[in-house]
């Protein structure tokens, strides 16, 4: 067998007892590894009525299939936990080297259960595995933590996962980091193994991830990675730019949020753009595990240099928050790494806040003296540490944009879906984003099912944003193939070049399965409803499937796109049709049954 | 008519970022490429008023054209 090693790590805090046990074949048949196997896993055992803070709650982390092999972008592991921000499945993924790296130590999996009675860590060196005291890093950031523990470890090739002070101090926005600055950011996970008294873990792997059929896999590499070069995107647009090329073509389109979603155009941004940094700020690119693609940056600024920005953290600490100024974004972006901060919840929720405060809620003598207002860069960037630290108003602002707003009876000023907030895109100009928003089982997430590719890149091929056809059709596709993806331990930037065809003759060549594409997409549509019917069962409904007020009844009020809504209760009862869910968005037991679940 | 080109990404190299072009009635998003010198294969995105379109589409004065190679991110 290839792909897969077959191990499952699993440690319990509260007793101190480290065990392993096989990967269940059957389920990785149905549900792959990483994501789907992750949550499948968490859903079976883990109590629905669960506090997600408690001894209780469990940590799923996970590589994927092909995590680890020399296909393409195979670098990602992800954190599966019941997430203390929402309740839903917290599936936040991470590339760097981490994840292949579990797995050459031995493990496809790492399970945390119970609670630690003291801040601990731990140390894996192939099947040597200990729980460590990690008293004296306990306070500490990503980077000291990284680099103190890297000493102890006493092998340079360690590579380190940990959560910062906002995980620690249960800070519901924060982030498990590792390699220093890549994020499994969303979801509020760092809280998590906070709430565990897990600092980190370290993993020296020296073996490898077999290969079930090498002389299959040299034919299907060679087809990947010409298509990764020849397109345009991951070719020659990303790599030379990084992500945040998006700035001005989501802004040209009319869709790029601005000052909380008040406006949606900036006439500014440019100053901001991928195009500027790349001219002014790059210093090199940063790829993770096997990656062709190398959209990652590294950047300087005025008095530091350090990783990213990525698109959504240029704009949500940027435009969202009335500021050009890339000095400041760079700092609050490198504060949130430090910190063990999710950039897209914290600037947005800071963006709420400026917004409070520009209608009155918040009184001044609530600042302690600093300044929390539209183009306010030098107080934006305080405000992000003194959420890690939980100090002072950022202690309320640590639990994310909905509860900070509904605590000042404003809960409509938070841009969330089910209390997750919406990154850089505006809904109401591109439907199935809009769609994808709703009925994301995480909450507003864009990498769920990425539309923009199609209703604005163009890719794989051009939709109209404005248009309803077949959007409900395409949110479905788009959300199982990338709940695949997700599951292989890829990238979902490989999908701008890669198809279900490709991804199939991957995790064929290396597992030795036999998918065939329809398969593999049920293997995501699988993992779509085994979410959902966990949503479902800690109290969701279909009433949750929506947007904030203002994305849903006010028109955008300025730009290229001037006038449009999202059209949401029109595609709605389309896409529960379509997933063969009854109208209440609950899967059928037809629906389920042909699944196999 | 008077026209607004902006340039992004690889477009601007050699070239400009946004500049202001007269042009005669009834020209169309090809009569602003082959002056650039970029081949309409070449666009990924072109954008007049933030609405995408393709090369053979008519201008009217006070457009703004906004012209992306292949680029993405998320």
Known sequence: MGGYIGKILRVNLTEGKISTEPLNMELAKKYLSGRGLAGKMFTDEVASDVDALSPENKIFIAAGALTGTNAPTSGRYVVVTKSPLNGVVASSNSGGQWGAHMKFAGYDMVILEGKADRPVYLSIHDDVVEIKDAAHVWGKDVYATTDTLKKEFGDDKVKVLSIGPAGENLSLISAVMNDLYRAAGRSGVGAVMGSKNVK??????????????PDVMKTVLSSALGKLRENGVTGQGLPTYGTAVLV?????????PVKNFQESYDAEADLI???????????KKDPCYRCPIACGRYSKWEGGEGAGPEYETVWVFGSNSGIHDFDAIHKANDLCNKLGLDTISVGATIAAGMELVQRGYIKPEELDGTP??????????EWVRKIGYAEGLGAKMALGSYRFAESYGAPELSMTVKKLEIPAYDPR????QGLQFATSNRGGCHVRGYMISPEILGLPEKLDRTSLEGKATWVKIFQDLTAVIDSLGLCLFSSFALGLSDYAALVNAVTGANYTDEELLACGERIWNNERLHNLRVGYSAAEDTLPKRLIQDPIVDGPSKGQTLKLAELLPKYYAERGWDEAGVPTPECLTKLGM | MRVTVKLFATFRDGRFKVEERELPQGSNVLNILEP???????????????????AQHFLNDGDTIALFPPVGGG
């Open chain 1, 200 to 213: 980190a873990i370290l993993v020296r792997g020296t073996g490898k991830v077999e290969n079930a059929n």
């Open chain 1, 372 to 381: 929390l207002e539209f183009g306010n860069a030098a107080g934006m960037v």
């Open chain 1, 429 to 432: 100009g591109v439907q199935g």
């Open chain 2, 36 to 54: 650039l010198n970029i081949k309409p294969d070449e666009v990924a995105i072109c954008l007049v008023n933030g609405r995408d379109v393709n």
């Open chain 1, 273 to 283: 753009s991928g195009e500027t940094m790349t001219a002014n700020h790059l210093i």
């Open chain 1, 248 to 256: 001005n073509i989501i802004n040209e389109s009319g869709i790029y």
